[in-house]
């Protein structure tokens, strides 16, 4: 995959618009892949870390699932890493996000088995025989009364020794550091290029649709689930990945 394809700007909160909850619909999709690496800190280095860290779980002949694939660019990061026979599963409740998800993997030769699968994590998930499961900023979006089931489908469906790569958007663990590492990220997003009309737009549509947890939460959540070892891999204000192995 080249890292220099040609994406649409994201400019989707650019002038003013009425207040409504963020959705991942055809707008919003068809300039997500600018709008993810503008939005998130250090985007591509926490893609290659998945990639390497995924490398080294996925076994042959498993299944590596990616729970909220949105474009599929996580796929196309792991594809020239991972064994031909590990079969990639992407799932997602847009519809519009898997279109182009399969549209980017036709589009840039991936030829393995891969499944796509439309469903709503707030429902749960069947997972079967994965060695590795990624959930890259896709539980902030999961109700809360739902995250431990979810959880739990992922912990049940992976084989021992299997791992969960969790990438979540953080709230900080005391209220001034938290406005703090707030004030640093509007900071990353106006040096990205974005305004603050656009900022606080946004921020306004995420406000009941995305619902972050401490680091310390999703932390003892995934131990009470049962995973063995968990542990940060990336940090970065109020941003961290996180691998469980079960």
Sequence with gaps: MSM??????????????RSMD????????????????????FYSEIQRMIREIAADFALPNTALYDLGCSTGTTFLHLNSAIAPSVRFVGVDESADMLGKCREKLSEHGVTRD??????????GIQITDASVVTL??????????????LISNIFEGLNEGGCLLLVEKTVGEDATLNRLFIKYYYDMKRRNGYSDLEIAQKREALENVLIPYKLLENRELLL???FR???VFFKWYNFCGIIAIK
């Design 22 to 41: 963020f959705e991942f619909d055809a707008e919003v999709v068809s300039v997500f892949d600018d709008m993810v690496s503008r939005s998130v800190p």
């Design 4 to 17: 220099n394809d040609q994406v649409l700007r994201d400019e989707v909160f650019r002038e003013h618009r």
């Design 224 to 226: 009470r689930t049962g």
């Design 114 to 123: 891969c499944e796509l699968i439309r469903t709503d994590l707030n429902q």
């Design 136 to 149: 890259i900023l896709t539980l902030q979006f999961v109700r809360p009364l739902y995250r431990e089931r």
């Design 229 to 231: 070892f968990v542990d």
